[in-house]
Nanobody, 128 residues
Framework: QVQLVESGGKLVQTGDSLRLSCVAS????????MAWFRQAPGKERDFVAG????????VYADSVKGRFTITRDNAKNTLTLQMNSLKPEDSAVYYC?????????????????????WGQGTQVTVSS
């Protein structure tokens, strides 16, 4: 069972940038799509961004398009989310997820039901 560990969350100011990282415990993670989700208090967990196994394709939620960038380094088993121009509404617990149901897929799913491996989350708070 692959484990995912997120890091990088902290308190920042509006307009700041922040970089989140997710390290997988096994190189097999390179076979699968990976994604970032976030959940604010009292709200559902929402898709933020996802990336294909080889890193060729990526998809973003409309709310973060143009501000966030998802990348992966399969040699280091690492998934990254670069977040720029942060807003208070970006405050949430951010989760890394992996879809091990569909190896080498070209389609990056954006529903949490497609992802079956999750990290513990990292808190991002953006103050106004």
């Amino acid at each position: 069972q692959v484990q995912l560990v997120e890091s990088g969350g902290k308190l920042v100011q509006t307009g700041d940038s922040l970089r989140l990282s997710c390290v997988a415990s096994a190189r097999t993670s390179s076979r699968y799509s990976m994604a970032w989700f976030r959940q604010a208090p009292g709200k559902e967990r929402d898709f933020v961004a996802g990336i294909s196994p080889g890193g060729i394709s990526s998809v973003y939620a409309d709310s973060v398009k143009g501000r966030f960038t998802i990348t992966r380094d399969n040699a280091k088993n690492t998934l990254t989310l670069q977040m720029n121009s942060l807003k208070p509404e970006d405050s949430a617990v951010y989760y890394c997820a992996m879809d091990s149901n569909s190896p080498f897929t070209r389609v990056v799913p954006n529903s949490q039901e497609a992802y079956n491996t999750w990290g513990q989350g990292t808190q991002v708070t953006v103050s106004s």
